[in-house]
């Protein structure tokens, strides 16, 4: 797993997925994570409750990045009301728990769980995911954040 959770990182890291700008966004938030210095942008389009695209930029590590680009590929064309349960998944394997197979390729990030301080840069993308979808302009990972 561990070989997996490398090569998938540092492909998507290097070659990020869904990066760069919507012209037409339906919804966006900034994700910022000020102590670690990651901050991204992610921009939706939803149609009739579909996310019909989704792109994302911004200054960020390996894992944020590699997160994002992730996320943009198995979220494409799910229905909204289909994330807050695949965000939950996810949150729980990266905390240890199994991989649910829902998830797709994110599921190699569950090597995250040897390492709590990183968590929170592969939940700030969902983070913004769900902010955007809730009309919020910023979200953060940060418990300390204010």
Not at 20 to 42: E, T
Request: hydrophobic share 45%; charged share 25%.
């Amino acid at each position: 797993m561990n070989t997996l959770y490398r090569d998938i990182v540092l492909d998507h890291h290097r070659a990020p997925r869904r990066h760069g700008a919507l012209a037409a966004p339906s919804h966006a938030c900034d994700g910022v994570n000020a102590l670690c210095g990651d901050s991204l942008r992610l921009e939706l389009r939803v149609e009739h409750g579909r996310i019909v695209d989704y792109r994302f930029r911004g200054e960020c590590c390996a894992i944020t990045t590699a997160t994002a680009s992730l996320l943009g590929e198995r979220v494409q064309g799910l229905a909204v009301e289909s994330i807050a349960p695949l965000q939950q998944a996810f949150a729980e394997l990266i905390a240890g728990g199994a991989a649910d197979p829902a998830l797709g390729d994110l599921a190699a990030l569950a090597e995250l769980a040897r390492y709590p301080a990183r968590r929170k840069c592969a939940l700030l993308p969902w983070a913004a995911l769900s902010g955007a979808l809730a009309g919020a302009d910023r979200t953060t990972t940060e418990k300390d954040a204010s």
